[in-house]
């Protein structure tokens, strides 16, 4: 069975839009403004784009607002060919804990960050219907969650499949690290002074984070 190449699949959806002479909408569920950065620069030339920021898994409600900032900042700040706004959601952390309950010792991209993208996802697709019953024209909805070397693209994009054909949504396919995606996020992550963090957003990435440096720490200081 041949893998499939989300991004030759966004490039054909794209070359299709474009010899139509359509630009359509696209609600993106966003985590943070870096993992954003890129996605706002390349799919800013072809939308007209809708950064829903839903994120009950961080850790706390400083940390919330401060990537909220971010994401607006670089909103108005980095130059695109289509409109860019921003769609701050709820914080609610209680649900990211009733999902994540039973399986807090789980490692970095195990079944607990799965329920993680799908609740996520899941709310980016219940906010598209309800705005689109009240007539905004959203296209698609898709995650710059792929953008990251540590996000699985084949699980990202069988679960935004699998609730697109629940709610009668099309979601748009997107493996955002290739094609030099990530080194380019870093890259505008630098020139906007954007911040960025260390871990994905939850308690459980924090506490490995922490232990990271912790080692990386130990390990400096041991001559060889």
Do not use: W
Not at 173 to 188: A, Q, V
């Amino acid at each position: 069975m041949n893998k499939r190449n989300y991004q030759k699949e966004l490039e054909q959806i794209i070359l299709e839009k474009e010899k139509a002479g359509e630009c359509p909408r696209l609600l993106i569920h966003a985590c943070c403004a870096p993992c954003s950065s890129y996605v706002m620069e390349y799919l800013g030339q072809h939308f007209d784009l809708d950064f829903y920021y839903y994120n009950p898994n961080i850790d706390s409600r400083e940390e919330y607002d401060l990537r909220i900032h971010e994401l607006v900042r670089l909103a108005g700040s980095l130059p695109t060919a289509h409109q860019v706004r921003v769609i701050p959601a709820e914080y609610e952390p209680e649900r990211f804990y009733e999902i994540a309950r039973g399986h807090e010792q789980d490692p970095e991209r195990g079944e607990r960050c799965l329920r993680c993208y799908e609740l996520r996802l899941r709310k980016t697709a219940e906010y598209m219907q309800a705005q689109r019953r009240l007539g905004v024209p959203y296209a698609y909805f898709t995650t710059t969650l792929t953008i990251s070397p540590l996000k699985d693209a084949d699980s990202l994009n069988a679960i935004g499949e699998r609730i697109g054909a629940e709610y009668g949504l099309s979601f748009l396919p997107s493996d955002f690290k290739k094609k030099g995606g990530y080194l380019r996020s870093t890259e505008l992550s630098r020139e906007y002074g954007l911040y960025r963090q260390d871990y994905c957003g939850c308690a459980f990435s924090r506490a490995e984070a922490l232990k990271r440096r912790r080692l990386q720490q130990q390990a400096g200081g041991v001559c060889p």
